[in-house]
């Protein structure tokens, strides 16, 4: 048994495509996703390429003069951000999409 909701007011309907058109420079188009890793901070690029390299959440600290605290948040920003979940897949993730340049 499936429910479902219908909802058609010119309201709803005018508010579900602002959602989905873009403004300015786009001309009112739809707007593409956007890039995975896209969002990445510059010491979070940073940390990664350490990642990349395979250092510990301790040599990246000592390397960046970041506490080891400061790297294991940046770390798990990190894999949020890439949608993976593991160091093993960031890096895999980097290689395959060039995200290291």
């Known amino acids: 048994m499936s429910i479902v909701?219908?909802?058609?007011?010119p309201h709803f309907r005018n508010r579900e495509i602002?959602?989905?058109?873009g403004a300015g420079e786009q001309g009112?188009?739809?707007i593409p996703p956007k890039k995975v890793g896209a969002d990445l901070t510059e010491r979070e690029r940073e940390v990664l390429a350490c990642i990349v390299e395979g250092l510990s959440n301790q040599q990246i600290a000592e390397k960046l003069v970041i506490s080891l605290s400061t790297?294991?948040?940046h770390v798990s920003s990190i894999l949020s951000k890439l949608h993976v979940n593991s160091r093993t897949e960031a890096v895999s993730y980097v290689l395959k999409n060039d995200?290291?340049?």
């Open 5 to 9: 909701f219908r909802v058609d007011t």
């Open 18 to 21: 602002d959602k989905c058109q």
């Open 28 to 30: 009112g188009g739809i």
């Open 99 to 101: 995200l290291n340049s």
């Open 71 to 73: 790297v294991k948040f």
